[in-house]
């Protein structure tokens, strides 16, 4: 059973561009949340998605958007990228009954933008 | 904005000793969770506490919570080479529609063999 899988491992970016992360949910599980955490935190909450619809933003700006497919798979958009996006970014998934102590992290997308 | 905070920031041990962490948040909880991660990996889900109970233990591991302080402690038992990593409570706050686990900045925990 595959756990949480995200794209790509790593990536390097510079300043102005955009960025697209990657994750699929573990099997069975219809809900997805991302974290930012940066070199030295804990994570922190981007927002989560049900059935195609962002349930929560955690406090972000607007240059972070999301996505979640019919599959459940969901992406993270990231626009006019800063130094300071510069973090390890987090998907995690969950059966939406239990996402309040069930939650399966993926191994994250290191970005690094110049 | 974190939620909670570790103490301490770093612990390093002895193969053998006990490690302590502790976590302090501010705001009534539902449950309270604790994480491993290691070299900035993805995160692993050890144990959960729920607001209402006070002490679980899960092999090697033993956590407390005491809603009066708002606070919780991680005990590792007979700590090894591979319990090295950095530990992160996170809560799960109650009411409302917030969906999203709280993190504190996490404890590094240094097992020297």
């Known amino acids: 059973d595959a756990g949480v899988t995200q794209s790509p491992t790593h990536l390097i970016k510079t300043r102005g561009q955009q960025v697209t992360l990657r994750c699929s949910p573990k099997?069975?599980?219809?809900?997805v949340s991302w974290y930012q955490q940066a070199l030295g935190q804990g994570p922190q909450f981007i927002f989560q998605?049900?059935?195609?619809?962002?349930?929560q933003r955690g406090n972000f700006p607007d240059r972070f958007s999301g996505h979640q497919f019919p599959n459940y798979s969901s992406e993270l958009n990231v626009n006019a990228l800063l130094l300071g996006d510069s973090a390890l970014y987090l998907c995690?998934?969950?059966?939406?009954?239990?996402?309040?102590?069930?939650?399966?992290f993926g191994p994250g997308t290191r970005l690094t933008v110049t | 904005s974190q939620q909670g905070e570790e103490d301490p920031q770093a612990l390093s041990i002895q193969e053998g000793e006990n490690a302590t962490m502790n976590c302090s948040y501010k705001t009534s909880i539902n449950n309270l969770q604790w994480y491993r991660q290691n070299s900035g990996r993805g995160l692993v889900h050890l144990i959960l506490?729920?607001?209402?109970?006070r002490e679980k233990h899960s092999g090697r591991l033993r956590v407390t919570l005491d809603t009066s302080k708002k606070s919780s402690s991680l005990l590792i038992t007979a700590s090894r080479a591979a319990d090295t990593a950095s530990y992160f409570c996170?809560?799960?706050?109650?009411?409302?529609?917030?969906?999203?686990?709280?993190f504190g900045k996490g404890t590094l925990l240094t097992v020297n063999p």
């Open positions: 996170a809560t799960y706050n109650s009411g409302g529609s917030n969906y999203k686990l709280t």
């Open positions: 998605y049900y059935e195609e619809e962002e349930r």
């Open positions: 995690a998934s969950s059966l939406l009954d239990r996402s309040s102590y069930e939650q399966y």
């Open positions: 099997s069975g599980h219809d809900t």
């Open positions: 506490i729920r607001s209402n109970e």
